[in-house]
């Protein structure tokens, strides 16, 4: 390849998306990473894609919300066509249940706020929750269920499958990849970055620079002296191996979610450490969580756990991804920090930064996600 157009700077799921786009545009595009694409937290995240509302968002951050949704479907239609990949992606619905009192008052200001939105949301009588998920029947009749609601829309994916659908597909467009590539610095010139510098003190030179690397964006932002409030946030999981499926729907349950596979596994998750880059499993989370799916879903207390493991989400100290262009310098740019909705937002993330980058109209303001804002 002659020199890129635009070098992304991390192989997690919003560089891949962010390639796909440049790429399908006719962009010459690298990819560094300084192991293989996708193994920090685009791999260990649960694929839940939640429920969004018609096209009237006013936020920006609502508006990238309602444009994935859009995508998801989309983007996975094309990357099979493409590819022969099934990226998992299935509209499986979603149920919200509450156990406590304060849940069931935190969950009903939720759901106010999803009507609000026009998000489609009924609310489930204990017999039509186990009338839609016979497995919740011990849960119905326990006389702990305080609140349940369904959402039709929400939809998941299989993360893994998708990111090879991504890297399959963005190679057959000519994305290159330098993979076992640490940036360590750059040089800067005139306002422009020339090029990123290798710890093996390679030069790598585009026209353009994106940072992509989820929590590890931090780091390469230091050198660029661009304060920023993007932190590592460690979420661990449990994967139950069944028989057969042992329902249909995701289940939510404030933070915490148990997500169906077609193949008969189960995905229990997730905690919310700040521990910094320590992405090891503890027993006492592993625990919590396992026994957590055994309550609200009988059949996971004869099934066996096959899986465990964690990963390292990128936050942001107020809860909004850093996407734009880094000030003073008038060729490089940051999507990162996007938390839990790495994946929800990374169909979006990629067209709007694309167009940012192509010089087009973003047609979202990004204003509130701008890379200065500390």
């Known amino acids: 390849m002659t020199t890129p157009d635009c070098l992304i700077i991390g192989g997690g799921v919003i560089g891949l998306s962010l390639a796909y786009d440049l790429a399908q545009h006719g962009l010459r595009v690298r990819i560094v990473d300084r192991q293989e694409v996708g193994r920090e937290a685009s791999w260990a995240g649960a694929g839940i894609l939640p429920a969004t509302g018609p096209d009237e968002a006013h936020h920006p951050l609502d508006q990238l919300r309602v444009l994935s949704h859009q995508l998801h479907p989309q983007w996975a239609a094309s990357l099979f ?221 004869t099934a066996v756990i096959e899986k465990s493991w964690a990963g390292l989400r990128p936050g942001s100290f107020d809860g909004l991804p850093y996407l734009g262009q880094v000030p003073n310098l008038d060729n490089v740019y940051v999507a990162a920090g996007h938390f839990r909705n790495g994946l929800f937002l990374s169909p979006a993330t990629a067209v709007v930064m694309g167009r940012l980058i192509r010089g087009e109209n973003t047609r979202i303001d990004l204003s509130p996600f701008h890379p200065g804002r500390g």
């Open 81 to 301: 066509e493409a590819t022969g990949i099934d990226n998992g992606y299935r509209q499986c619905g979603g149920i919200y249940l509450a156990r406590s009192h304060g849940e069931a008052a935190a969950l009903g200001g939720l759901v106010g706020l999803m009507r609000e939105e026009r998000i489609e949301i009924d609310r489930l009588t204990p017999s039509m929750l186990t009338d839609l998920e016979p497995a919740l029947r011990p849960l119905a009749e326990s006389g702990n269920l305080r609140a349940a609601y369904r959402l039709p829309t929400e939809s998941q994916l299989r993360n893994p499958d998708h990111l090879q659908a991504l890297l399959k597909v963005t190679r057959d467009l000519g994305v290159e990849f330098a993979l076992g590539t640490r940036i360590a610095s750059f040089e800067i010139e005139q306002g422009q970055v020339r090029a990123a510098i290798s710890e093996k003190n390679e030069r790598l030179t585009a026209s353009r620079f994106c940072l992509t690397a989820g929590a590890w964006t931090r780091q390469l932002l230091e050198p660029l002296e661009l304060p920023n409030g993007i932190l590592p946030v460690k979420g661990q999981m449990v994967m139950f191996r069944c028989q057969r499926p042992p329902l249909q729907h995701i289940l939510n349950e404030g933070p915490r979610y148990v997500v169906p596979r077609e193949d008969g596994r189960v995905l229990v998750g997730s905690t919310e450490e700040e521990v910094g880059f320590q992405k090891q499993t503890t027993p006492e989370a592993l625990q919590e969580l396992a026994e957590l799916g055994r309550q609200l879903v009988d059949p996971l207390n």
